[in-house]
């Protein structure tokens, strides 16, 4: 999945040199950016300050963007607004999201040129599926990404909860290229080397997390989707684990439409049944991107 729903990584095309964005501008619910990260020609990160206000469940997204153009007609502008992922954990002072960029996409062509010190629109209204309450208690978590779909995870591995609820914590991630595991593969190897994570999460737990990073298109140790290698096992055997069971497996999934569909039909062929915050089960799938 990705963190603006309407695109998804395979539709990700080469950036354009859109207008940046103004350094400020008078806008609803503004947030100020506070620091920014491109990965790659398609992927950036960035931070920004977190309304006081704002009390989110690690998981959650919300409506973030930037003031479209003046009508060549009235002169009003109106927001131009996505829903992303919160990649940072719902204790961190600031907000962290993680995009991609696309040519002429309405408000990614223009958000890829942010700086700090720029100001975005952040509705401070977090929902979402991916949150701890919507599933039943078990043994294992698999977090199940591709691409951007990364992000609500980033979140979930630095929240104290997700350890204290489970004894094994797999993140699977799989992109096209190598570069684009970079965002994910840098958190994972900065979240178990930070002390001030060792002292908040524990490093005991901390050893909880199992990395398995995959590649469609650019060579790498681990070749594949990882529908593939889960119905072929390879996942399995190369974890050491005998399979996925609704008694002691739980899963979370965040991709693009069709990768939300395959998994949803492997995890039910499993046995697992999906939750929601209204009744929780054995999985969740963000819906947010279904559209």
């Given at each position: ?13 080469p950036?354009?040199?859109a207008?940046p964005?103004?350094?400020k501008m008078?806008?609803?619910d ?12 398609r ?6 300050t977190?309304p006081?206000s ?6 959650e997204?919300v ?8 009508d ?23 907000l962290?999201?993680?995009?991609i960029?696309v040519?002429?996409?309405p408000?990614?062509s223009r958000?890829?040129?942010i700086?700090?010190g720029?100001?975005?629109?952040l ?11 919507a ?6 978590i ?10 609500p ?14 004894e094994q ?6 992109c096209?290229?190598?570069?684009e595991?970079?965002y994910?593969?840098t ?7 930070d002390?001030m ?12 997390i199992?990395y398995?990073p995959?590649t ?10 990882i529908t593939?290698?889960l ?5 399995f ?9 609704p008694e002691t ?5 965040c ?9 949803k039909?492997?995890l ?5 049944t999906?939750g ?9 799938v ?5 559209g």
């Amino acid at each position: 999945m990705s963190t603006l729903l309407d695109i998804s990584m395979t539709e990700m095309s080469p950036v354009n040199q859109a207008s940046p964005v103004p350094a400020k501008m008078a806008m609803p619910d503004a947030q100020t950016v506070t620091a920014v990260t491109h990965w790659t020609d398609r992927l950036f990160s960035f931070r920004v300050t977190r309304p006081q206000s704002l009390r989110f469940r690690s998981g959650e997204f919300v409506m973030i963007g930037l003031m479209g153009d003046p009508d060549p007609k009235t002169g009003k502008q109106k927001p131009l607004l996505r829903a992303y992922s919160i990649a940072s954990p719902s204790w961190d002072e600031e907000l962290e999201f993680y995009s991609i960029k696309v040519q002429d996409g309405p408000l990614t062509s223009r958000l890829q040129h942010i700086q700090p010190g720029d100001q975005i629109i952040l509705r401070p209204k977090p929902v979402g599926t991916l949150v701890h309450d919507a599933l039943l208690p078990g043994k294992r978590i698999w977090f199940f990404a591709t691409g951007t779909g990364f992000a609500p995870f980033a979140s979930l591995l630095r929240e104290p909860e997700t350890y204290e609820n489970y004894e094994q914590v797999i993140i699977t991630h799989t992109c096209r290229d190598v570069a684009e595991l970079d965002y994910g593969r840098t958190l994972i190897e900065e979240l178990k080397a930070d002390e001030m994570m060792q002292e908040l999460i524990g490093a005991e737990n901390l050893a909880k997390i199992r990395y398995y990073p995959t590649t469609t298109r650019e060579e790498s140790p681990k070749m594949g989707r990882i529908t593939t290698l889960l119905e072929d096992g390879t996942v399995f055997r190369d974890l050491g684990i005998d399979g996925i069971s609704p008694e002691t497996d739980r899963g979370m999934v965040c991709g693009s439409l069709d990768f939300n569909t395959d998994m949803k039909a492997l995890l039910e062929g499993f046995g697992l049944t999906e939750g929601a915050n209204s009744e929780p089960a054995q999985y969740v799938v963000e819906k947010a991107f279904v559209g």
